[in-house]
């Protein structure tokens, strides 16, 4: 199958091409020239770079109709680092994504799914399921739950299928330097205090590799609309926080309660994931514990 991925360098892009490139398939990665590749490097050249910007279709048109891709999993989205839930750049993101939906359904493309977040929903309710109701706390879940609306009248309309992995935590090689786990990583490899919250928050997360083979998942089933990428199991931050802790042999080095709780952090939230599990057969490959030590010896590998 050709499968052309969007976001292609992203944490979560390269390790879904990383994915469907061991499955056998003829995989093409969507980034910009400017992008770093470093996440990429290892697949090159399994996985056939194509350089153009999502902003701009005109960029890579071309080179999309050379393709025709059967199936497009797009990942492509602004995600800097304490900037993307406020930023008005979700906005220029969903008029991109219908674009290249559109022009990908003009191609003859057979299947579309795109990359949401459990932020959609109204995380009030903790357990959340795909009929959980959704709420628009920010532009970035407001634009992710939009697109995941428009990309369903798309495909009413153009008879392409589409599908919606709805995101909750993950953790793992490649991650940005300064979120949860590689954060706590690092600090404790370098012999220096590692600072969090008091860890009472309750979350899902699940290894990188582990949403990539999901999401793989149901690309390549029938299922349609929302369909939520979470382990099932709920997990407090301060059990992961001591667990990389004890792992390492550094406990005496965490801080937990020495940064503050944010006031819009939500309390519980955690992924009900039966339709996925049920509809496809996945199933993790990681346990937590077994998924932060191979974390740890990425990092670890990196000094």
């Known amino acids: 199958m050709r499968v052309l991925v969007t976001g292609a360098a992203g944490f979560i892009g390269a390790h879904i091409v990383a994915h469907i490139v061991g499955e056998g398939h003829e995989v093409y990665a969507l980034v910009r020239q400017s992008t770093d590749l ?4 290892a697949l090159a050249p399994a996985a056939r770079l194509v350089y153009g910007d999502l902003l701009d279709l005109a960029t890579f048109d071309e080179q999309l109709q050379a393709i025709a891709p059967e199936l497009v999993i797009h990942c492509g989205w602004y995600v800097a680092p304490g900037k993307y839930l406020l930023s008005e750049a979700n906005f220029d993101f969903v008029e991109a994504s219908v674009r290249l939906a559109r022009r990908l359904a003009s191609l ?3 299947r579309f799914v795109g990359l949401g977040t459990c932020f959609e929903y109204d995380t009030s309710y903790g357990y959340l399921a795909e009929t959980t109701p959704t709420r628009s706390a920010s532009p970035y879940a407001a ?4 697109l995941q609306m428009l990309l369903e009248q798309v495909g009413a309309l153009s008879g392409m299928e589409t599908a919606w992995a709805r995101i909750f935590y993950q953790y793992g090689p490649f991650e940005q330097a300064q979120r949860l786990v590689p954060s706590i990583i690092q600090n404790l490899l370098a012999g220096q205090p590692a600072r969090s919250t008091g860890g009472e928050q309750t979350r899902d997360f699940l290894h990188i590799a582990d ?6 998942a149901i690309a390549d ?5 929302p369909v939520n990428v979470g382990s099932g199991q709920p997990v407090s931050v301060r059990d992961i926080v001591t667990t990389i802790g004890a792992i390492l042999d550094r406990a005496d080095l965490l801080q937990l309660g020495a940064i503050p709780y944010s006031p819009s952090d939500p309390w519980f939230i955690c992924a ?3 339709l996925l599990v ?11 514990e077994d998924g932060l030590r191979q974390t740890i010896a990425w990092w670890q590998h990196q000094q």
């Open 38 to 41: 470093s996440r990429l490097q």
């Open 108 to 110: 003859g493309c057979r």
């Open 143 to 146: 634009s992710k739950l939009a």
């Open 211 to 216: 949403v990539a083979s999901a999401v793989w």
């Open 221 to 225: 089933s029938q299922l349609r609309g």
């Open 272 to 274: 009900n994931n039966r």
């Open 278 to 288: 049920q509809s496809t057969g996945w199933a993790p490959r990681y346990t937590l």
